[in-house]
C-alpha cells in the first residue's frame, strides 16, 4: 500500500507528453533515417554504407569540415574568450558597456554576416568562412567565459597573485575557467559544422569547396537522379556517422560544463586594469562587435538606402521607396515569423519545464536525450522531419497537418527545446533540494505546490531560455528551407529576395528582424529600469 | 495537537551505510534530541520520519497512523509533521508573510502577521529571505515548520547557520512556542549545549546504531557508556584492561565491574587534579600541552597516551611540564562500545 496523495500526478502527464513529443520529431525521423539505408527493396543491405567508405569526395568534405571547425572555433576562443577576459577581469575602456554586448553577436543570423562580407569585399572561400562563422558563434564561447570567471572567489586569484605573480596568475586563472571554455568552444565548433546555410552562401558565391554537411544536402537534392539504392541512401548514410560524431562532442560539452560548479562566490574576481595597453586592447572587442554586429546592420541600412542598385549618392528618397516596398512585399511574411517565433518559444517552455525538472533531479541521462537536437544539422533533421510525416500513410492519419504553421512551430521546437531544457536544468540544479522537500510538507494540491515552488522560481531563466529560443526561431534559415510553411517565414524569403537583386526591401526587413532580436531580450530591463548585467 | 511517535525495528541501506535496526518512542509533547557524531544517521532518521526517505524494514507511527513500513509510504504533507532544515531552505522569491500563508492556507493574514510579531520578525513581513539575517531566516522557518499546527516538530541542526548571539533567542522562541503547543518535538545535532538547551529526553547515535536512551539528565550526570561520556561530556576515555578480579589503568589497579566486555577509564573534567606530593595513591604522569588562565585559575590541557584530559589547578606551569595527576574520587569503569563494535 503506497499512498502518495496527488504529489506526482502534475509532473507526470507534462514529462510524459514531452517525452512523446520528442519521441516523435526528434528520435522517430532519426530512427527512420538510419533504418531506411539499411532495408533495401530486396531486404537487409549495407550496400550504401560500403560505398561511403570509397567515397573520396565524402572524406574530401569530411576534411573540409573539420578544417573549418577547427579554425572557426579558434576564432570563436580568441573572440569570445577575449572579450569576457578584457572586459570583465581587465578593464579596457568601456568595459561597462561593451561587456553586455559581448552576447549581441548571437542575435544576427550569421547569413547576414555573410550578405554584409559578400557586400563589402569579395573575399570567399575557407578563410572569410572560418571568420564568419568564428565570429558568429563566438558568444557561445564568451558567455561560458564571463561564467567561469565569475564564478572564482577574487580571494583565491589574490592569493595566486601574490605567491605567483602576474603572469602566473593568469594562467591559474585560465585553468580554473578551462571546463567553461572548453565547453563553449565545442559548442561552437557544433554549430560551425553543422552550419549549412553560410558556407552554401559563400561557396556559391565564389570558389568551390564544400563542407560535408554542404555535401548532405546536395546529394539530398539530387537523389532523384540516383538508381541504385546505394545512390538513393548516400545522404543519409554520410549524414548518420557524422551525427554521431557530433554527439560525442555534445556529450564531452554537456559534461564539462557540469564539471564547473558554480563555486559559490564570497569575493568577485578583481579587475586588473592593464594600464597602457589598454587602448590597443580595445581593438579586440571592437573589431568583434564590428564585424560580427556593426558590419552587417551598416551594410542592411546601405542597402536600404539604394548602395545595391548602385546609387550614387544614396538617398533618403529611396529609403523611403525600400521601406514602402518591404511593408507590401515581406512585411507580411516578417509577421508570419514574430507569430511562429514566439508560437515556438512558449511551446518550447512547455516542453522544457517538465524535462529539464526531469533531468536535474531524476533522471540524469535525460539531459543527453534532449539534446540530440543540437548535435544534428538542422537540415538532417528537416530532412528527417518530411521523409517521416511525407509518408502517405501518415499524410491521410494527420490530415493536413503536415503542411500547417503548426508542424513548422513542431519542427522548430525540436530543434530549439535543448537550448530551454538545458538552461533551466541548470537553474533547476542550482535550487536547494531542502526547499522543495518543505514544499511537500505543505498541505496544498500538488498542482499549486508545482506551480508556486518549482515554476514560480524559475521565471526569470524561463524568461532568458524563452527569449532565446524566440530570436532563434526568427533567425533560422535550414529548417525554413525544408518545412513547407516555414518557407514563408522572412529569413527565407529575404535569401531568396538577395539571390535575386531585391537587397533595398529586405535591407529594411533585416534591420526589422535585428531589431526585434535585440530589442525583445532588452524588455524587462528597459521597462524594470535594470542595469544590463554584463554577459548574462 | 501533539502526537506520539513510535519507531520500531526500523533499518534502511543507503551506499554502504546501514541506519538501524532502531527502536524508539518519543511520548506526545516531549522534546527529544538526536545526537551523535557526523555520518551517524541522525539526519537520516528525522528524513525517514519526515517521509523524504522509504524505508528497508520496521515501521514508523505518528499518533496512530502507520506512515511507514514495508511497502508502506504515506505522503509527507499527510503526516501532520511540519520540518526545520539546517540552513532555512526558504523559498527565496516568497516574502516573509508569504511563506505563512502558503504553508498555513487556513492561516490568514492577520493571524500570520501576529505570528511575525511575535517572532520578531514583524517588520520584516514583506521582505525576501535573501535580505534577511541568518537569525531572522532561521526564525521564519520555524515559524513556517509551526503555522500548520504540526503534531510532530523536526528540528535538522536548527542552530547551525545562527550566529552565537543569536542562539538564546530563537532557543528561547523555540521553547516558548513549542511549549505553548505541547508540540512533540525532535532534534537532531552533533552539538551538546544545543541538544541540552532544547531537550528533555537525548538519544546517542552512532554509525547507525542506537548507543543510549534517557532522560537528558540521567545521560549526563550517569552516563552508561564510555561513548555517551566521551561525546556528551567531553571526557577523556583511558584504556582499561582486564587483570583476573581486577582493572588496570593508568592510574592503578581498580576492582572489575561484574559485567563482562571490553571497558574504558572515562576521567571526566574535574575527575583528576594535579597531585600535592609524590607519594598519592592512583596517580599517573601526563604531559601540560597548555594552561590557559580564567576568573578562579588554571584550566590545564594535558596529554595522557592518545587523550586529553582537562583540570583546574591553583596556578600556571610551563607548556610540557610532566605534571602528576590523581584521581579525585572513585575509578569511573565503563564499557566501551566502539563504533566498529556497534556496526
Redesign the interface.
Known amino acids: ?5 496527488h ?1 506526482l500526478c502534475w509532473s507526470r502527464w507534462p514529462l510524459w507528453l514531452a517525452l512523446a513529443f520528442l519521441f516523435a520529431f526528434v528520435l522517430a525521423p532519426l530512427a527512420l533515417l538510419a533504418v531506411g539505408t539499411v532495408q533495401g527493396p530486396d531486404g537487409f543491405t549495407l550496400d550504401a554504407w560500403r560505398e561511403l567508405a570509397h567515397d573520396e569526395n565524402a572524406l574530401q568534405q569530411l576534411r573540409a569540415s573539420l578544417a573549418l571547425g577547427l579554425a572557426a572555433t579558434t576564432i570563436s576562443l580568441l573572440c569570445g574568450g577575449g572579450h569576457a577576459w578584457l572586459t570583465l577581469h581587465r578593464g579596457v575602456p568601456g568595459a561597462v558597456w561593451l561587456a553586455p554586448l559581448g552576447v549581441a553577436p548571437l542575435a544576427v543570423p550569421p547569413i547576414f554576416i555573410a550578405m554584409g562580407l559578400a557586400d563589402v569585399s569579395d573575399t570567399t572561400g575557407f578563410w572569410p568562412c572560418a571568420w564568419l562563422l568564428g565570429v558568429a558563434h563566438a558568444p557561445f564561447v564568451a558567455v561560458l567565459a564571463a561564467r567561469g570567471l565569475r564564478a572564482i572567489d577574487g580571494r583565491a586569484f589574490e592569493s595566486a597573485l601574490l605567491l605567483r605573480g602576474g603572469a602566473r596568475a593568469e594562467l591559474w586563472l585560465l585553468r580554473a575557467i578551462l571546463p567553461e571554455l572548453l565547453a563553449g568552444c565545442l559548442l561552437a565548433f557544433l554549430f560551425t559544422v553543422a552550419d549549412h546555410g553560410v558556407p552554401e552562401f559563400l561557396t556559391v558565391k565564389g570558389k568551390t569547396w564544400h563542407t560535408y554537411a554542404e555535401g548532405i544536402f546536395s546529394r539530398w537534392t539530387r537523389r532523384a537522379v540516383g538508381t541504385t539504392f546505394a545512390e538513393l541512401q548516400s545522404p543519409l548514410v554520410a549524414a548518420l556517422p557524422y551525427v554521431a560524431g557530433l554527439g560525442c562532442l555534445l556529450y564531452a560539452a554537456l559534461r564539462l560544463r557540469a564539471a564547473a560548479p558554480d563555486r559559490g562566490v564570497l569575493r568577485p574576481l578583481p579587475v586588473r586594469p592593464l594600464g597602457k595597453l589598454r587602448w590597443p586592447a580595445l581593438l579586440l572587442p571592437l573589431g568583434y562587435l564590428g564585424f560580427g554586429l556593426a558590419l552587417p546592420v551598416v551594410v542592411l541600412a546601405r542597402w536600404v538606402l539604394g548602395s545595391a542598385q548602385k546609387l550614387e549618392p544614396m538617398s533618403l528618397q529611396f529609403a523611403q521607396q525600400s521601406y514602402q516596398k518591404a511593408v507590401s512585399e515581406g512585411v507580411p511574411d516578417l509577421l508570419h515569423s514574430i507569430v511562429l517565433a514566439a508560437g515556438v518559444a512558449v511551446l518550447v517552455l512547455l516542453l522544457a519545464l517538465p524535462l529539464a525538472r526531469a533531468s536535474a533531479r531524476r533522471w540524469p541521462w535525460l539531459e543527453l536525450l534532449v539534446a540530440i537536437p543540437l548535435a544534428l544539422p538542422a537540415i538532417l533533421l528537416g530532412i528527417g522531419l518530411v521523409r517521416t510525416y511525407s509518408d502517405h500513410f501518415l499524410l491521410r492519419w494527420c490530415g493536413d497537418f503536415y503542411d500547417t504553421w503548426g508542424f513548422a512551430a513542431c519542427g522548430y521546437a525540436a530543434r530549439f527545446v535543448p537550448f530551454a531544457a538545458l538552461t533551466l536544468a541548470a537553474h533547476v540544479r542550482r535550487l ?1 533540494i ?2 522543495e ?8 494540491s500538488a498542482t499549486v505546490r508545482a506551480l ?2 518549482h515554476v ?2 524559475l ?1 526569470a531563466s524561463s524568461w532568458a531560455a524563452g527569449v532565446l529560443v524566440f530570436v532563434l526561431a526568427l533567425r533560422e534559415l535550414d529548417l525554413a528551407v525544408l518545412l513547407p510553411a516555414a518557407n514563408a517565414t522572412a529569413v527565407r524569403r529575404l535569401a531568396n529576395a538577395v539571390h535575386f537583386q531585391h537587397e533595398d526591401w529586405s535591407g529594411v526587413i533585416a534591420l526589422m528582424i535585428l531589431s526585434i532580436a535585440v530589442l525583445v531580450p532588452l524588455l524587462p530591463a528597459i521597462l524594470a529600469g535594470r542595469k544590463l548585467s554584463s554577459l548574462d | 495537537m501533539s502526537l506520539q511517535v513510535r519507531i520500531q525495528a526500523l533499518h534502511l541501506r543507503r551506499a554502504g551505510f546501514t541506519l538501524g535496526p532502531l527502536d524508539i518512542e518519543v511520548a506526545a509533547s516531549t522534546r527529544l534530541a538526536i545526537v551523535g557524531p557526523s555520518g551517524s544517521g541522525k539526519t537520516t532518521l528525522l528524513r525517514c520520519v ?3 526517505e522509504r524505508v528497508d524494514g520496521g515501521s514508523i507511527r505518528i499518533g496512530e497512523q502507520l506512515v511507514a513500513a514495508d ?9 501532520g ?3 526545520v ?3 532555512g ?6 516574502t516573509a508573510l508569504q511563506h505563512l500563508t ?2 498555513a ?1 487556513g492561516l490568514g493574514k492577520a493571524a500570520a502577521l501576529a505570528l511575525l510579531e511575535r517572532a520578531g520578525l514583524g517588520a520584516q513581513a514583506h521582505k525576501k529571505p535573501p535580505r534577511m539575517s541568518g537569525g531572522e531566516a532561521q526564525r521564519l ?1 520555524l515559524l ?2 509551526l503555522a ?1 499546527g504540526p503534531g510532530v516538530l523536526l528540528l535538522d541542526e536548527p542552530l547551525r547557520s545562527v550566529d552565537v548571539h543569536q542562539r538564546d533567542s530563537l532557543v528561547t522562541l523555540l521553547r516558548e512556542l513549542t511549549g505553548e503547543r505541547r508540540t512533540t518535538t525532535i532534534l537532531v545535532t552533533h552539538d551538546r549545549d544545543e541538544a541540552l538547551a532544547l531537550a528533555d529526553e537525548l538519544v546517542v547515535l552512532c554509525a547507525g546504531k542506537l548507543v543510549e536512551h534517557g532522560t537528558a539528565a540521567a545521560l549526563v550526570q550517569r552516563p552508561r557508556t564510555a561513548f555517551t561520556a566521551a561525546f556528551l561530556l567531553g571526557a577523556a576515555c583511558l584504556p582499561a584492561r582486564r587483570d583476573g578480579a581486577a582493572v588496570v589503568t593508568p592510574f592503578g589497579s581498580f576492582p572489575a565491574p561484574a559485567e563482562p566486555g571490553d571497558l574504558r577509564h572515562v576521567l571526566l573534567p574535574g575527575d583528576v587534579a594535579v597531585a600535592a606530593d609524590s607519594t598519592a595513591n592512583a596517580t599517573t604522569t601526563a604531559r601540560l600541552i597548555a594552561a590557559t588562565p580564567d576568573a578562579t585559575g588554571f584550566h590545564l590541557r594535558l596529554a595522557l597516551g592518545d587523550q586529553v584530559v582537562h583540570c583546574r589547578h591553583d596556578r600556571a606551569l610551563p607548556a610540557d611540564t610532566m605534571v602528576r595527576l590523581v584521581l579525585n574520587g572513585p575509578a569511573r569503569l565503563l564499557p566501551w562500545q566502539a563504533p566498529a563494535a556497534l556496526t
Open positions: 500500500m503506497i499512498r502518495s496523495g504529489r536547494p531542502a526547499a522537500e518543505a514544499g511537500a510538507l505543505v498541505p496544498r508556486r515552488l514560480r522560481p521565471a | 519526515a517521509g523524504f511497502r508502506v509510504h504515506l505522503d509527507p504533507a499527510l503526516r509533521v511540519g520540518m532544515f539546517q540552513d531552505a526558504l523559498w527565496t522569491h516568497m502558503f504553508a492556507p522557518g513556517r515548520a500548520p
